[in-house]
């Protein structure tokens, strides 16, 4: 495949022939994993997403236009999964299994299509929902968020020159190369692309997973992007999401299954997959909470992924929970992905050599680092924190806490009840950088 020309095509591009989102399979792997367990267990549960911008300081209703976002939305709408990719979803080994996917499964994507979504602007920022059953509703996470990043980065670049543009992007891809270089100096470095959610753009994106194919060879391990893990011949990267506990937990008619709605999830995943699908994610209620009161059976999964906790601290809890449970924490992986960047990564793999297994999920700062490179300044392609949570479920409000308090959503009634069943141990407030 012939290296692109990015800053040609961004100075010649018109939506028609860049849309953000191209497939259905542009998104993260672990959706399509969850989306089966979903599809099987919970078909009739309806499920809200909403866009949240923790960057309140940027107001993105004042940066993207509104008629363009509705555009891009509406033409995500009419993408089908095509029958190569579902040959390839039905025919491909992932994590070492043949037919991850059921054929009934396969056969409900041909016809499946994302739902309608609701836009408003509110005070400087858009108000987009995605209201209607689990199942639907749950793939417009992805590909929503990469639209709106991919949009505030073509506003910024707006305008721009040819040469500017091409040298913007020349800084941005030495930039990128310069800490592959550091990373390949890692000799045992597993690592692997996580950033479509907040990526500056779709040829962005894979020119980088392209950059890392190469310049990491076997340490780059694969990509959470199911699209580019097709084209690029990679290994599809993901597990399960705070999305599943937060559902559980919102459908719960007792506070005493709110705290066993993470464990009853993770049973529910073991009874679909196994081997290195089985990652625990612990820190949807609060990390300390979880590991206080986990079943002895999950010492026996894979690893776990501590995602909103520094990493180090993060890793040091897990390991003692599995040594007090007499596991060896070098038979189980350790995978970090929360804002992960150069320095943070080499970091976390010097303090972890040889003490557990480690891979790392790179993200925003694969992605989306275009800071310093904007030959006019500003902080226009700077990265920002958008999600897009679920916010209910079946019309009960949904709550995330997270070790940082800044992470948490939800009605602020229903964080206050979830906080008095979990408890408060080891949370606490940290800047959100992306």
């Not at 999401?241 to 299954?257: G, I, R, T």
Request: charge should be neutral; include cysteine; proline fraction near 5%.
């Amino acid at each position: 495949m012939p290296v692109t020309d990015i800053a040609t095509r961004v100075y010649d591009h018109g939506w028609r022939l860049d849309p953000v989102v191209r497939s259905l399979l542009d998104t993260d792997f672990y959706k399509l994993l969850m989306l089966q367990m979903i599809r099987h267990l919970h078909p009739d549960v309806r499920a809200t997403f909403s866009l949240i911008n923790r960057s309140t300081s940027i107001r993105l209703a004042d940066v993207i236009d509104e008629a363009e976002l509705r555009e891009q939305l509406d033409h995500a709408r009419t993408i089908r999964f095509s029958k190569k990719e579902l040959i390839w979803l039905a025919g491909n080994s992932f994590y070492g299994k043949q037919r991850m996917f059921a054929p009934d499964f396969i056969a409900w994507l041909a016809d499946f299509r994302l739902p309608e979504y609701s836009l408003s602007k509110v005070d400087g920022q858009f108000e987009l929902r995605f209201d209607g059953p689990w199942t639907h509703t749950t793939m417009w996470e992805i590909p929503a968020l990469a639209i709106v990043n991919e949009l505030r980065s073509r506003a910024a670049l707006k305008g721009r020159g040819r040469f500017e543009l091409d040298i913007l992007y020349a800084r941005a891809k030495a930039k990128l190369w310069e800490k592959v270089e550091r990373l390949s100096e890692l000799p045992d470095l597993r690592i692997s692309d996580f950033g479509t959610r907040r990526r500056h753009s779709f040829l962005w994106q894979r020119w980088c997973v392209e950059a890392l194919k190469e310049g990491l060879d076997t340490r780059f391990i694969g990509t959470s992007n199911v699209l580019m893990a097709m084209d690029n011949d990679l290994e599809a990267i993901g597990t399960n999401a705070h999305e599943l506990p937060m559902v559980m937990a919102a459908l719960a008619n007792s506070d005493e299954e709110v705290a066993t709605a993470p464990y009853r999830v993770l049973a529910q995943w073991q009874a679909h997959y196994d081997g290195n699908l089985l990652i625990a994610l612990p820190d949807a209620f609060g990390t300390a909470a979880f590991l206080r009161d986990a079943p002895d059976w999950l010492a026996n999964w894979t690893g776990f992924r501590p995602d909103s906790m520094p990493p180090i601290e993060g890793g040091e809890q897990i390991i003692a929970w599995w040594r007090a449970r007499g596991v060896d924490p070098r038979t189980r992986l350790l995978i970090f992905s929360d804002g992960m960047d150069v320095d943070t990564i080499e970091a976390t793999y010097q303090h972890f050599h040889g003490r557990a297994r480690m891979s790392f999920g790179w993200g925003t700062n694969l992605t989306n680092d275009f800071r310093g490179c904007d030959p006019v300044g500003g902080h226009g392609l700077e990265p920002i924190s958008l999600v897009a949570k679920v916010t209910s479920a079946n019309g009960r409000p949904a709550v995330k806490l997270s070790d940082n308090a800044s992470k948490a959503t939800g009605d602020p009634a229903e964080i206050e009840r979830y906080l008095r069943v979990f408890g408060r141990e080891g949370r606490r407030q940290q800047p959100v950088a992306v």
